[in-house]
């Protein structure tokens, strides 16, 4: 097994704001966190306002850090995918725990069933067991099996395939293209 390494992460390359209004940033803010903050801090502020109102001088850091933590850490690279940033990754977790998994080969054309949403609690409770012991939470975790029919098979029986796996070496490549070129040649004498 061959193994290398990647220097391209080393060269990364970051837009930063060195100057922002007039006001001299200094090192410079990553534009990436401007954006997500640029965003995140008027929904939380105005969600804030709309259900409190200002807020008392004793709640302050209530109404400052919680976006600044979330723009802070949201805007971080992720330690497993370091394409994506964190918030990113957050919101691909919340979307899969909201919508769960649509089927993509063959069942794309069934709308997805009305149980989901407690066919994912479930799978939530498997994932954070805790959750289970809580009376607000044991009804909807609770493991019971559902037995309704597969919608799947309304629509008729499960295409069966049984894919043939086929490696082909250098000579049989090398086959294959000479008897392409040859059609290719006798389709351009033919066309003369």
């Given at each position: 097994m061959r193994t290398t390494h990647t220097y391209s992460r080393h060269w990364d390359i970051e837009t930063r704001q060195h100057e922002l209004l007039g006001l001299d940033l200094g090192e410079g803010l990553p534009r990436t966190t401007l954006r997500y903050g640029a965003v995140i801090f008027p929904f939380y502020w105005g969600g804030w306002l709309l259900l409190f109102g200002l807020p008392a001088q004793s709640l302050t850091p209530l109404f400052l850090l919680p976006p600044l933590g979330l723009t802070y850490f949201g805007a971080k690279r992720s330690l497993t995918y370091w394409r994506r940033t964190n918030l990113l990754l957050w919101a691909i977790r919340l979307n899969y725990l909201h919508t769960g998994v649509r089927p993509v080969i063959g069942r794309g054309r069934i709308p997805s069933p009305k149980p989901g949403l407690k066919l994912r609690a479930r799978r939530l409770g498997e994932q954070v067991p805790q959750l289970a012991d809580l009376p607000a939470f044991a009804p909807l975790l609770a493991n019971e099996d559902v037995q309704d029919a597969d919608r799947a098979e309304s629509y008729g029986?499960?295409?069966?395939?049984?894919?043939?796996?086929?490696?082909?070496?250098?000579?049989?490549?090398?086959?294959?293209?000479?008897?392409?070129?040859?059609?290719?040649?006798?389709?351009?004498?033919?066309?003369k």
């Open positions: 029986p499960p295409a069966r395939i049984r894919p043939r796996l086929r490696a082909y070496g250098p000579d049989a490549v090398a086959k294959a293209r000479a008897k392409y070129r040859k059609k290719q040649r006798r389709s351009k004498s033919a066309e």
